[in-house]
């Protein structure tokens, strides 16, 4: 059930120059987003360590700007980017144009304002206060219907589509395209519309969390991954029989683990308990997802690291396993009640927006723009510029949180340590967190610059000659192997 | 998995099983919980928060409080030992509040029973005002936009003027006066106490007694 032969290259030019202008557009807005997430999210890690900064602003208290920066980064940067490559890859996989694209502009433009409302709105005070729905709730409706002239593109995209079987990399999107509305539209209204009482918000909210990184971010990335492994590398994914069992498995375990961030809290006890057990049935499915990707690659790491797009994905794949090993670790009851509360929270959901989605998105962009383009990137040292001030800042972001939450942990479950001496003992841990913050932003100032270098070719009336880009790999396909039979 | 529609339904009753048992289960369960009735003084408990408090809750909501301070007390925790409550949070707690705000992070201390521990209202003033006055080296931010300092009016302070110390005072003639923002936002804070204990869920949650087997 590997993908079927590479179909003819004119048709697939001319899906993609279908797909070209709507995922420019979504990727534009993305790494705008990106960049002025960053520089929130900076300016509120500098806060907590330099409390003055910023402080005489009400917009920029430390309160606001931690939630705006958070939502920028994950409804502006990451959407946005979600939706570009979410919908590149359909359209490739399923062999079909998208039609009428005119609609995705129109989304975009919803979706973008909505975000922008969003933000504004939590920077001017009206924040909710609930995690990752902190915009106030009627941009929830705003973003629900720009979200539906996107998912709606996706699925359809899907259902017509001109291939005999589906790939696993359509399951994953297919399954995200689904998964999101149905989330977010319950969360606005067990939270907003009709809003459940007492520490049921709780939940929700949790329910919530978790699936938007489980049901969301997750599956898009493991959609690239299963998508350029097989087709850069030449072969098809090893093992791929058991890739619609990690996907149920994956599906079915991670619908359950959102209790897991409630261990201890004010609610019953069966809530943290099934999702702790939720939560050790994933390490199953990462497994599975290992047998697969880790066979594919079979030790070519040479090959993988000398791509300008698997490297990311590799570094990927290293933080989803990762994240699926931390997230459990952290519910563990013994483990959480030090954990709890402390910076590993943190830890945990940036290894899976920033490590898993974002370094495989960064992965599928550097793939996926030249070719939409025609034309290759401008700058080769502002790639690898970007790639190396992503994995050494997210290096050190892991550090500071971690070793820093732990740290914090142990501090504050000993009552004899005064509360002032753990902020003091935290503060060499909240200035790496910004030193980090800072690297990655020049990181991604870079990807933001050659992108938009390589698209201001095309309105030059006469552009820098069109690159021709070498033909990736034929799959090397076993003659007649039991599963080609399917 | 050729067909679409298999895949839609089985994503589908995946969302619809999480709904039904984490959601909808929950709701069932203890999404209706009411006050308790006292059986010695027939009070309601836990009380229903004063105006001043709810207007309170959502400056509280607006600034982002919740992400440095969690509002809940774990069962059988050091929290006990930091004076942060005198038992741990019950669901039942919560269900005056219009929104409820757990929180999961710690940089700023629990808050669920900081009316509880705090001496007086004046003192909340003055630690949203300056931190640095109680906790040199805090990185709690000053919240100086939540008061107005203004000439001394008619020759007498105000009775809401902070008495600050000389190093945080604002220049001669001048007085810094709560805004009614900050006024809610003390009172709210002030209305943070789970005095109350629960027969109920008192007895639930204490440890099995030896010998009471079954």
């Known amino acids: 059930m590997n993908p079927a032969p590479a179909p003819d290259r004119s048709e697939q030019m001319e899906i993609d120059a279908s797909a070209k202008w709507p995922v420019l557009f979504f990727l534009g807005a993305a790494l705008k987003w990106l960049l002025f997430g960053g520089l929130l999210q900076l300016a509120s890690s500098i806060q907590l360590h330099n409390p003055a900064f910023l402080a005489g602003c009400e917009w920029f208290t430390h309160g606001r700007l931690d939630a705006a920066a958070r939502n920028a980064l994950v409804y502006g940067w990451g959407m946005n980017a979600a939706f570009a490559v979410g919908l590149w890859l359909m359209a490739r996989l399923s062999l079909a144009a998208l039609r009428h694209g005119g609609w995705l502009y129109v989304a975009h433009a919803f979706w973008n304002l909505g975000v922008l409302l969003g933000v504004a709105g939590i920077l001017g005070g009206y924040s909710t206060s609930f995690e990752l729905l902190e915009m106030p709730s009627a941009v929830g409706l705003l973003l629900l219907a720009a979200y539906a002239l996107i998912g709606v593109w996706a699925v359809t995209t899907f259902s017509v589509r001109n291939t005999d079987n589906t790939f696993a990399s359509q399951w994953w999107l297919f399954a995200a395209a689904f998964c999101f509305p149905w989330l977010y539209s319950i969360a606005q209204i067990m939270l907003f519309q009709a809003p459940v009482r007492g520490t049921l918000q709780a939940v929700v909210n949790a329910w919530y969390v978790d699936g938007l990184y489980h049901l969301w971010f997750v599956p898009v990335a493991l959609a690239v991954a299963y998508y350029f492994l097989p087709k850069l590398l030449g072969r098809p994914i090893k093992n791929y029989y058991i890739a619609a069992i990690a996907f149920w498995w994956w599906l079915f375990s991670v619908a359950f683990t959102s209790g897991a961030r409630l261990v201890d809290a004010p609610v019953p006890v069966w809530v943290p308990t099934v999702g702790i057990a939720a939560q050790m049935c994933v390490p199953v499915a990462a497994i599975i997802i290992g047998m697969n990707v880790f066979g594919t690659i079979r030790g070519d790491f040479g090959r993988m690291l000398a791509s300008g797009t698997l490297r990311w994905v590799l570094v990927s794949l290293l933080c989803f396993f990762a994240g699926s090993v931390v997230a459990l670790l952290l519910s563990v009851r013994g483990v959480a009640a030090t954990a709890n509360f402390t910076l590993l929270g943190e830890f945990r959901d940036t290894l899976w927006l920033y490590g898993t989605f974002g370094l495989a998105a960064f992965g599928a962009i550097y793939f996926m723009v030249p070719r939409l383009c025609g034309r290759a990137w401008p700058s080769a040292a502002l790639v690898q510029g970007h790639f190396g001030a992503s994995v050494v800042g997210l290096l050190l972001l892991l550090i500071a949180l971690g070793v820093g939450g732990w740290t914090q942990g142990r501090l504050l479950n000993d009552p004899a340590v005064a509360f002032g001496d753990i902020t003091k003992a935290l503060l060499p841990w909240f200035t790496a967190q910004s030193v980090a913050v800072m690297v990655l932003l020049v990181g991604h100032l870079a990807l933001a610059v050659n992108f938009f270098l390589l698209v201001k070719q095309e309105f030059l009336p006469a552009g820098a000659k069109p690159a021709s880009f070498a033909v990736p790999p034929a799959l090397a396909l076993p003659a007649a192997t039991p599963e080609a039979r399917h | ?214």
């Not at chain 2, 589908?12 to 069932?28: E, F, I, K, Q, V």
């Not at chain 2, 010695?40 to 992400?67: F, T, W």
């Not at chain 2, 440095?68 to 059988?76: A, K, P, S």
């Not at chain 2, 600050?164 to 006066?177: I, M, Q, T």
Request: glycine share 8%; with cysteine; net charge positive.
């Open chain 2, 1 to 214: 998995m050729k067909n679409g529609l298999n895949i839609f339904l089985g994503v589908l009753s995946a969302m619809l099983l999480s709904w039904a048992c984490l959601l909808y289960g929950a709701h069932r369960q203890f999404g209706g919980l009411t006050q308790h009735k006292d059986a010695a003084d027939e009070s309601l408990n836990p009380a229903v928060m004063p105006g001043l408090a709810n207007q309170g809750r959502m400056v509280y909501q607006d600034l982002g409080c919740v992400s440095c301070h969690t509002q809940q007390v774990r069962h059988n925790s050091p929290d006990l030992a930091r004076k942060w409550g005198d038992r741990e949070s019950y669901p039942r707690d919560y269900i005056r509040d219009v929104t409820v705000h757990l929180g999961n992070s710690r940089i700023g201390p629990d808050l669920r029973n900081v009316g509880a521990r705090s001496p007086d209202a004046a003192y909340l003033y003055k630690l949203l005002y300056a931190p640095q006055i109680f906790a040199p080296g805090t990185n709690k931010p000053a919240y100086d936009f939540l008061f107005t300092v203004r000439p001394v009016q008619g020759g007498a302070a105000s009775p809401k003027a902070l008495q600050l110390p000389s190093k945080f005072a604002p220049p001669a003639g001048h007085e810094v006066v709560p805004t009614p923002r900050a006024e809610a936002l003390v009172a709210y804070l002030m209305n943070l106490k789970d005095t109350y204990d629960y027969p109920v869920e008192k007895s639930r949650n204490e440890p099995a007694k030896k010998g009471a087997g079954h």
